[in-house]
């Protein structure tokens, strides 16, 4: 059974840090990308990044170029979203998802086969 299980969220002032955590079991981990995803209350849930199985090419939403960073560990299975100089926007529930095995995808909700519980992510003004 596919298992994503995000961790790192919390209450954080604006221009803080967090790093979020998504631990992935049940499939083989290096043949997957995967993506980092939020939705804020009353929004549609967007794509924020995403890192591909084989070249580790990355993709960034526009609203958080420069800020946030995705990054993989194959040897721990999990996949990383580090989030620096938070802003109050970026208030939402985070989850990690996973594409069917495929060498490239868009960073879409369609797209997304696998999806983490979530994690809430705060951003104090």
């Known amino acids: 059974e596919v298992q994503l299980v995000e961790s790192g969220g919390g209450l954080v002032q604006a221009g803080g840090s967090l790093r979020l955590s998504c631990a992935a079991s049940?499939?083989?981990?290096?043949?997957?990308?995967f993506g980092w995803f939020r939705q804020a209350p009353g929004k549609e849930r967007e794509g924020v990044s995403c890192?591909?199985?084989?070249?580790?090419?990355?993709y960034y939403a526009d609203s958080v170029k420069g800020r946030f960073t995705i990054s993989r560990d194959n040897a721990k299975n999990t996949v990383y979203l580090q989030m620096n100089s938070l802003k109050p926007d970026d208030t939402a529930v985070y989850y990690c998802?996973?594409?069917?095995?495929?060498?490239?995808?868009?960073?879409?909700?369609?797209?997304?086969?696998?999806w983490g519980q979530g994690t809430q992510v705060t951003v104090s003004s």
């Open positions: 998802a996973a594409p069917p095995r495929l060498p490239g995808f868009p960073c879409t909700v369609p797209t997304m086969r696998y």
């Open positions: 049940g499939f083989t981990f290096d043949d997957y990308g």
């Open positions: 890192i591909s199985s084989t070249d580790g090419s990355t």
